[in-house]
């Protein structure tokens, strides 16, 4: 059968895929009708498979949905003694941070001081594949990287209103060093971006001309061997294929599910430390060149795995796993796990890059956010896959370099032109042609009263590491 044509449209934006074979509950999706006419049949599969879980009590697609592995990116999976590694997936913790700068565009028009500020940054920021460190990086020793593990960002000092978590608590008896090919990777890589899509980027807000810089990364070779490392354990126990171990799934209270959930927090508090790590690097770099101060807006993940208050329709609340694959914590305001924080009355920023022609956005949830988990997108969402790309978009290579430098926007009244890159052609994998339309998706959140758009900010110079 086809899961696309069974589901149901029941408002503007939003979809419901009823329970079908062995679905445990329904599944909802919030598209637009072309978002709808334009995502593929294995989207809906993996969505209803998503829904099949044992424990799930709730799925849930966002706008920038697509096929991913095991479960859609861009899904929300909640359940109650469960966990399933696919929720994070291979890149454990993946986020946002956002720097305000204290800076408006008419102070980032320069083409070559925005080149400028990219040759510093690179200075002090390792990209790309690999651990290659440039020298003006910070250095740790063991027992700091232990101490990250355990602690994430509050081992750096970093304030609790500065993040969606410090950390999550990790048992005292956890031996860091166990999964050997993933602790090899702890000190050569701490703040560093990594390659894929993970970049660093300077922004301006399309109303105000304020200006931010924007870091998106993830746990780096740690998560990811951890991940790794855990698929196959999980399939192992589970009695399945290992090449199906992206369906494995745990029991929250079993041996194996205990100890993939000590390590899997390791890899997110790795993550949000690798985060405030990078911030460094570049504030120096913003001193050095625009002589200006900056500080932390706020940061957040999209890859993750939480155990959280949930808010039931009644109103009752109980505690249940939220699972978060390509999509952002949403928390609005007064959501019981707000209480007593600085975003208590406001809930919380949630950060969203797009591409890197198109640009980003920080949305807040409205009381909308409910029907999602207290969940919104990551970005715009594929609609090209990378291989995909390189081979068709190769012919264009020129014209999308050309478009890149020459594309002019107004920032608050002040024209800005071009956008500068770290490469000398930009890479077909991460163009604005693999990606849907950001403002199409943000216009779904608005729809349903999910999440309104607080600021809309374009990349005026772009860093990405190399694959």
């Avoid at 006419?37 to 998503?50: I, K, P, R, V, Y």
């Avoid at 807006?297 to 109103?315: A, F, K, M």
């Avoid at 264009?396 to 500068?420: C, H, N, S, W, Y």
Wanted: aromatic letters at 10%.
């Amino acid at each position: 059968m086809s899961f696309k044509y069974h589901a149901q449209k029941v408002g503007d934006a939003h979809y419901v895929l009823p329970r079908c074979g062995s679905m445990k509950v329904d599944a909802h999706a919030f598209f637009s009708e072309d978002l709808y006419d334009a995502s593929e049949e294995s989207l809906w599969s993996q969505l209803a498979s998503g829904a099949s879980y044992d424990g799930i009590i709730g799925a849930y697609l966002m706008p920038d949905g697509h096929s991913g592995f095991g479960v859609p990116i861009g899904c929300v999976l909640v359940t109650d003694n469960t966990i399933l590694q696919a929720g994070s997936g291979y890149d454990i913790s993946c986020g946002v941070l956002y720097l305000k700068v204290n800076l408006t565009a008419n102070a980032v028009r320069s083409w070559h001081k925005r080149e400028t500020w990219i040759q510093e940054v690179e200075k002090r920021i390792a990209t790309g594949v690999g651990s290659v460190r440039p020298k003006l990086m910070p250095v740790f020793d063991n027992k700091e990287a232990q101490e990250i593990l355990r602690y994430g960002a509050k081992a750096l000092g970093v304030s609790a209103d500065l993040c969606e978590r410090q950390y999550i608590p990790v048992p005292q008896g956890i031996d860091f060093t166990k999964i050997e090919k993933a602790y090899s990777k702890v000190l050569p890589q701490l703040g560093s971006v990594g390659g894929g899509n993970h970049f660093v980027e300077l922004q301006v807000d399309r109303d105000t001309g304020e200006v931010f810089v924007m870091i998106h990364c993830g746990s780096r070779g740690y998560g990811w061997q951890t991940a790794n490392h855990y698929f196959y354990e999980g399939a192992r126990l589970r009695g399945l294929a290992s090449n199906r171990r992206e369906d494995s799934w745990l029991y929250v209270d079993e041996p194996l599910g205990k100890e993939y959930w000590a390590y899997h927090n390791s890899a997110a508090n790795f993550a949000v430390a690798n985060r405030h790590v990078i911030v460094h690097g570049i504030q120096e770099a913003l001193q050095e060149v625009f002589n200006a101060d900056s500080k932390v807006y706020y940061e957040i993940s999209h890859n993750l795995v939480q155990e959280e208050t949930l808010v039931l329709p009644d109103g009752t609340t109980k505690r249940g796993y939220v699972h978060r694959k390509g999509a952002t914590r949403a928390f609005p305001a007064g959501h019981p796990d707000l209480s007593g924080t600085v975003w208590e009355k406001t809930g919380h920023p949630c950060l969203i890059p797009g591409s890197m022609m198109a640009g980003a956005a920080i949305l807040f949830a409205e009381q909308g956010a409910y029907q999602t988990a207290c969940s919104v997108n990551h970005g715009s969402g594929r609609k090209m896959a990378r291989g995909e790309a390189k081979r068709k978009l190769e012919h264009k290579q020129l014209r999308i370099d050309d478009e890149m430098k020459t594309v002019r926007r107004e920032f608050a009244g002040v024209p800005i032109e071009g956008i500068v890159g770290n490469h000398l052609h930009t890479p077909l994998d991460e163009c604005s042609y693999c990606y849907k339309d950001l403002d199409s998706v943000l216009d779904v959140l608005e729809v349903n009263n999910i999440a309104r758009v607080a600021h809309r900010l374009y990349p005026v110079a772009n860093i990405k590491g190399s694959d």
